[in-house]
């Protein structure tokens, strides 16, 4: 009587494994980058809208939005909203990944003025630009003075 004595896998079947975890491996990986943006996305809208909520109180207890700002990379002094309330500044900052947040702030008259009446917040996503504004707008566009006043285009 003849028995087998083989026991085990055959180099083959090991590689055919191994290349089958190695593809299933490299889906994960990639599913994982993509919602890692979306997540950080969400993160900045999120930011941007309590933005808005800050904003509004600083203008209760001010009266104004503070100084002027043209449309540019948010300040790092000065006496606009966007610098001047701390919990502004802090918002701003969770949102700004890489420099990629512009403010702007407008008094409604040319040139510079004293005390700003509307204000915008936009920050670059993986998918765009989003934009938020004094008038209540929260979408894509970017932050913008036009006709002396501050909002998203």
Same mark, same amino acid.
């Given at each position: 009587?003849?028995?087998? #004595?083989?026991?085990?896998?055959? #180099? ?38 309590? #933005? ?23 300040? &790092?002094?000065?006496? &606009?909203?966007?610098?001047? =309330? ?20 407008? =008094? ?46």
């Amino acid at each position: 009587m003849l028995t087998n #004595l083989k026991k085990g896998f055959t #180099l083959i079947e090991l590689l055919l494994v191994i290349a089958i975890i190695g593809i299933l491996a490299a889906i994960v990986i990639g599913s994982l980058g993509s919602a890692k943006n979306r997540a950080q996305d969400s993160k900045v809208k999120s930011n941007l809208s309590s #933005l808005r909520n800050q904003a509004e109180l600083y203008y209760t207890l001010n009266g104004n939005y503070g100084a002027d700002f043209a449309a540019a990379t948010c300040p &790092t002094s000065g006496t &606009t909203f966007f610098y001047a =309330d701390a919990t502004a500044r802090n918002i701003i900052g969770e949102s700004d990944f890489a420099g990629n947040v512009t403010c702007a702030a407008d =008094d409604g008259s040319a040139g510079i003025g004293s005390t700003a009446d509307s204000w915008a917040v936009s920050a670059l996503l993986s998918s765009g630009n989003w934009c938020v504004d004094g008038t209540g707008f929260s979408g894509s566009g970017t932050a913008a003075i036009v006709g002396n006043a501050a909002s998203c285009q």
